[in-house]
């Protein structure tokens, strides 16, 4: 039984552990049935961005926070995580695999507790004090705990190291006070890991210092943005005199840089892994959909595609910095790349919201398509990254 799922594991030792989730994995849910491909048939989900109502949202997150507290019982909440803070210390080719099993089976969405996952509590591990790794990361990977990230302004999203956000030093105390945007899950977060600027007069990459932010504290207002889509999947997070003591900075003054940069490795790696899935069925989708010989072809070269950016992902699957980037752009240029091929074949359908199944909803894919190329770093950005640091062409004039 679930030998299918057993062939994933690569060798005795991943094959054992294998084993064990299994077993941990069919006491606890169902195995996942396949989407329907078929045109016409089942939802859409054509929305790349996950939308749903406050009332859902926070339900989704308390379905969340109780299946990480579940694997956590089990040993599977933090498995490449330090042990001497419940972590299981195991090499990042288990974790893998065991997302790759869990994918499998019917089990409550973890979006709503994935940025603290994948990305804040990594940076709290690195950067942080053995005190913030056992409070704070460990929290999260419990369930105890929810996390933002507090990192984007309304001027500084690309060019991230121009925030403006300032924490003023009192004693033992900061002070902080600016504005962050384009944040996910702040409306039921429990805490947020901001980039601030404590030097005005350093050079922008130098003067930065992160914190963690009790998202209830006096001084915190989180307000949702209405998207292009007619969701409210992001807010905008006002900081107005918000104290914070010292013991809650994460690394040296002054090296905020530096963690943030930790922690967007890590975020594009998010990005890059949790989509490819929705790409196949997507183009699965249009495969069933009537085609001239022209778009046959072009459908042809567009799985090609798919197949060579899940082969890259798979690759770079131990990589980090600069190399994890050309995972996050596959994705996002085949993302368009769908939708234009969509749009192809429906003609006029595609922009008219005609209530018909397969019409208007590519249209939203079409849109979502376009937040993606700014999540994770703007393309421009991290092609500029990838050129300097990977291809190591001249740096661009600054």
């Given at each position: 039984m679930h030998?299918?799922?057993?062939?994933?594991?690569?060798?005795?030792?991943?094959?054992?552990?294998?084993?064990k989730v299994i077993e941990f994995l069919d006491g606890q849910a169902q195995r996942r049935t396949a989407a329907?491909?078929?045109?016409?048939?089942?939802?859409?989900?054509?929305?790349?961005?996950?939308?749903?109502?406050?009332?859902?949202?926070?339900?989704?997150?308390?379905?969340?926070?109780?299946?990480?507290?579940?694997?956590?019982?089990?040993?599977?909440?933090?498995?490449?995580?330090?042990?001497?803070?419940?972590?299981?210390?195991?090499?990042?080719?288990?974790?893998?695999?065991?997302?790759?099993?869990?994918?499998?089976?019917?089990?409550?969405?973890?979006?709503?507790?994935?940025?603290?996952?994948?990305?804040?509590?990594?940076?709290?591990?690195?950067?942080?004090?053995?005190?913030?790794?056992?409070?704070?990361?460990?929290?999260?990977?419990?369930?105890?705990?929810?996390?933002?990230?507090?990192?984007?302004?309304?001027?500084?999203?690309?060019?991230?190291?121009?925030?403006?956000?300032?924490?003023?030093?009192?004693?033992?105390e900061w002070v902080v006070t600016g504005q962050k945007v384009w944040t996910s899950n702040a409306t039921f977060a429990d805490i947020g890991l901001a980039l601030v600027r404590t030097d005005p007069d350093a050079p922008k990459h130098r003067g930065l210092t992160m914190f963690l932010v009790p998202m209830d504290v006096p001084g915190v207002e989180v307000r949702p943005l209405r998207q292009l889509t007619g969701g409210a999947?992001?807010?905008?997070?006002?900081?107005?005199?918000?104290?914070?003591?010292?013991?809650?900075?994460?690394?040296?003054?002054?090296?905020?840089?530096?963690?943030?940069?930790?922690?967007?490795?890590?975020?594009?790696?998010?990005?890059?892994?949790?989509?490819?899935?929705?790409?196949?069925?997507?183009?699965?989708?249009?495969?069933?959909?009537?085609?001239?010989?022209?778009?046959?072809?072009?459908?042809?070269?567009?799985?090609?595609?798919?197949?060579i950016a899940r082969f890259q992902q798979q690759r770079a699957a131990d990589l980090g910095g600069a190399e994890r980037a050309i995972d996050k752009l596959l994705l996002t240029t085949n993302m368009r790349l769908v939708g234009e091929l969509a749009q192809e074949l429906l003609g006029p359908a595609f922009a008219a919201d005609t209530g018909d199944w397969g019409t208007f909803g590519w249209n939203r894919w079409m849109m979502g398509a376009l937040g993606y190329r700014i999540a994770g770093g703007t393309e421009e950005i991290l092609k500029t990254m990838l050129a300097e640091r990977v291809l190591m062409l001249p740096r661009e004039p600054r």
């Open positions: 030998e299918d799922l057993l062939a994933l594991a690569v060798g005795d030792d991943e094959r054992a552990f294998a084993t329907a491909t078929a045109w016409g048939s089942g939802p859409e989900n054509l929305s790349l961005f996950h939308e749903t109502s406050d009332a859902e949202e926070r339900q989704e997150a308390d379905a969340a926070r109780a299946w990480q507290r579940t694997r956590w019982d089990a040993g599977y909440g933090w498995i490449t995580g330090p042990a001497a803070h419940g972590g299981a210390a195991l090499p990042a080719g288990h974790d893998r695999l065991y997302r790759l099993l869990e994918a499998a089976f019917d089990v409550p969405d973890m979006n709503p507790v994935r940025i603290g996952v994948g990305t804040v509590g990594p940076a709290i591990v690195a950067f942080g004090t053995d005190e913030q790794v056992g409070t704070y990361a460990a929290g999260i990977q419990r369930g105890d705990l929810v996390a933002c990230q507090l990192f984007s302004e309304p001027g500084a999203g690309s060019d991230l190291a121009g925030v403006r956000t300032r924490a003023t030093r009192t004693d033992d999947s992001f807010t905008e997070v006002f900081l107005q005199d918000v104290r914070l003591p010292d013991a809650l900075r994460v690394g040296e003054v002054g090296a905020g840089w530096k963690v943030a940069t930790g922690a967007l490795a890590g975020e594009r790696k998010a990005v890059g892994d949790r989509s490819h899935e929705m790409m196949a069925r997507a183009l699965d989708l249009l495969r069933t959909r009537e085609h001239d010989a022209l778009t046959r072809e072009d459908w042809v070269r567009l799985y090609s595609r798919l197949r």
